[in-house]
């Protein structure tokens, strides 16, 4: 365990908490790509070591590290270099479970006793978690929810209305296509009280936010917001990886002085066993980590975090970036307001600038970087597969939009008789009057809203009694699917039994605002339970059918439909889209799975 500078911390009654760190950010894509958020170096040690270290100084003795199988041997080496001053139990997440779901799996490790839950993506430099806990007890809160004001733009953000004292009055969802500006957000921080898994399925996929949050509410428990003091921040885009550190480098934080560094002159800190020529120019602050290696007339000028194992050579550069461990400078090359990720090397001359390098990744489209840099160009080690790797997502698109419009023109002209058969029904054996066409807002690639055209199953005045059957949908996570929906029209059972209601949005694929396969397009509201699903599904147009629909249907757990939605957007292939439209009929003419 580090030795930072002794400092005045005061203790927390409580001994437990948990480190939510499974799952993955698609959006901090290309680093997350390599390790999770929770594995980034901070000033060149892990972030979760971090914050490890800040929860012990705080008195908490217990600690459980929820996380998926990225993690697992990084965390196993973490557990050992800390298990004699602090327990740290690891508990793998099989399948996606949801924030507040997790927590049932390891109920039994938090033993009956209140406990504070924490995002693993934050950095903890010395946020009052006391005056947290305090207001907890005092409240006699089910869940007190650490928040913070909104003074900067967030990616995507989970913001509160809360009463004069507290109480959580709402809490609102905001993606940047719909964002607009509210005082409160959530830190990442909580404080829970046993009384909560009660109210917790360990069969079903549940969020804190936006599901057990309100569960709570509607059983009367309390539930407030607190807002924590003190400096912390989340490590959610590149921007705020970049801002973090020079946070630190200007408040001198304990995180420089991780594993002993020490200052050998002003505003620079080394590691062990480094090497720096007498003839290499160093303007601080800049921190270099264990075994580095800086040669004759090399340049580091900071902020800048140098990683493990980093060798600068003759005449190069390093200007403002964060190099993680075994990175190497060739002679007269440069890295400016970069970052270099692990054993990423910069060839002889060559002069990188606003750039994300990661080894075997890449990424040219991000405009997250500080001061307004947009990162552009790609690995330096990849280019030719970079290369080919554009050149295939364009030639697979390309030919994915001719598929869609042939086959899709192709049925509507096929399938139009069956189409006025179809209005005639709807029209004769609606219980009220309405449309025969259902139309709804619906989000297409990159979160663009179109409207989606089905054939009406439903009364027309469906939307309207929605709410109150909330409590008797048969399926969990954010769709409403009842087996005997006493809103569905005779005419309309069939068509959603055999799946013809979906007909008419053979007009959005030939519109370009969907494909024949893809997730299926929900409304902003239905994806709020899990973000980075959400982030992941609308990378892409949305389909007709999917993997998803092919595999499971209507009967399976929420966490297959992420599982699947997931697996299908990172392994997306023209093969692959065949394979399912074949499942497609062959799953409809079974009528499996369908309501």
């Known amino acids: 365990m580090s030795k930072f500078p002794e400092r005045t911390s005061v203790r927390t009654k409580v001994r437990k908490a948990v480190l939510l760190a499974g799952g993955g950010e698609e959006r901090f894509a290309p680093l997350t790509k390599q390790r999770p958020v929770c594995m980034l170096p901070v000033m060149n040690e892990p972030l979760i070591e971090h914050n490890i270290e800040f929860l012990y100084q705080k008195g908490l003795k217990d600690i459980i590290i929820t996380f998926s199988k990225e993690s697992a041997g990084a965390l196993e080496s973490i557990k050992e270099r800390n298990r004699e001053k602090i327990n740290i139990h690891l508990y793998r997440e099989s399948v996606p479970r949801g924030t507040a779901g997790i927590l049932a799996d390891v109920a039994e490790l938090l033993e009956n006793e209140p406990f504070l839950v924490m995002n693993s993506s934050l950095y903890m430099e010395d946020a009052d978690l006391e005056e947290l806990i305090n207001f907890h007890e005092n409240k006699r809160s089910a869940v007190t929810v650490g928040v913070k004001r909104c003074t ?8 509160i209305r809360a009463s004069v004292e507290g109480a959580i009055e709402e809490v609102v969802v905001i993606h940047p296509s719909t964002n607009r500006n509210l005082p409160w957000v959530f830190s990442g921080i909580y404080m829970f009280t046993p009384a909560v898994f009660d109210f917790i399925d360990p069969q079903k996929y549940l969020d804190i936010k936006e599901q057990l949050i309100p569960l709570l509410k509607n059983a ?27 946070d630190l480098f200007a408040m001198k934080s304990r995180a420089i002085y991780f594993n002993d560094k020490k200052e050998i002159s002003e505003e620079v800190w080394v590691g062990k066993e480094v090497t720096i020529s007498p003839e290499a120019y160093l303007m601080g602050p800049v921190v270099l980590g264990n075994k580095c290696c800086i040669a004759s007339r090399a340049q580091i000028i900071g902020p800048a975090a140098i990683g493990d194992g980093c060798n600068i050579a ?3 550069i390093v200007r403002e970036s964060i190099l993680w461990r075994n990175v190497s400078l060739e002679k007269m090359s440069r890295s400016e307001y970069s970052i270099m990720g692990e054993g990423v090397r910069i060839p002889e001359g060559k002069r990188l600038r606003n750039l994300v390098v990661v080894d075997n990744l890449s990424r040219g489209d991000m405009n997250l970087m500080p001061q307004g840099y947009k990162i552009t160009g790609i690995g330096v080690h990849d280019l030719p597969e970079a290369l080919i790797t554009t050149l295939n997502n364009w030639i697979l ?17 096929i399938l139009s008789p069956l189409y006025i058969l179809i209005a005639l029904a709807i029209k004769i054996d609606s219980k009220s009057p309405g449309p025969i066409f259902f139309i709804q807002k619906r989000c297409g690639r990159n979160g663009k809203m179109f409207e989606m055209f089905k054939f009406r199953t439903m009364i027309a005045s469906a939307e309207k009694i929605h709410d109150e059957l909330l409590s008797q949908k048969d399926i969990d996570g954010p769709m409403f699917k009842m087996v005997n929906d006493p809103r569905v029209t005779r005419v309309g059972r069939i068509l959603r039994k055999t799946s013809l209601d979906e007909l008419p949005q053979f007009i959005n694929v030939i519109r370009g605002e969907m494909s024949l396969v893809g997730p299926r397009p929900l409304i902003m509201e ?9 982030d992941v599904r609308l990378r892409v147009k949305p389909g007709i059918t999917g993997l998803w629909q092919v595999e499971s249907r209507s009967k399976a757990p929420f966490y297959d439909w992420i599982r699947y939605d997931v697996e299908y957007v990172k392994n997306q292939s023209l093969w692959m889209d065949i394979k399912i439209l074949f499942k497609t009929i062959k799953v409809v003419f079974k009528k499996a799975g369908a309501y």
């Open 152 to 159: 900067e733009e967030i990616y995507d953000m989970y913001a």
């Open 220 to 246: 009367s428990l309390p539930v407030y917001a607190h807002e924590i003091k003190g400096y912390y921040r989340d490590v959610n885009s590149i921007e705020n990886y970049f801002a973090l550190h020079r």
């Open 314 to 316: 003759e005449d190069s």
């Open 397 to 413: 698109n390309f030919i994915k939009r001719v598929m869609d419009i042939s086959i899709a023109a192709a049925l509507l002209l």
């Open 526 to 534: 239905e994806m709020k339970f899990s973000l980075s699903w959400r």
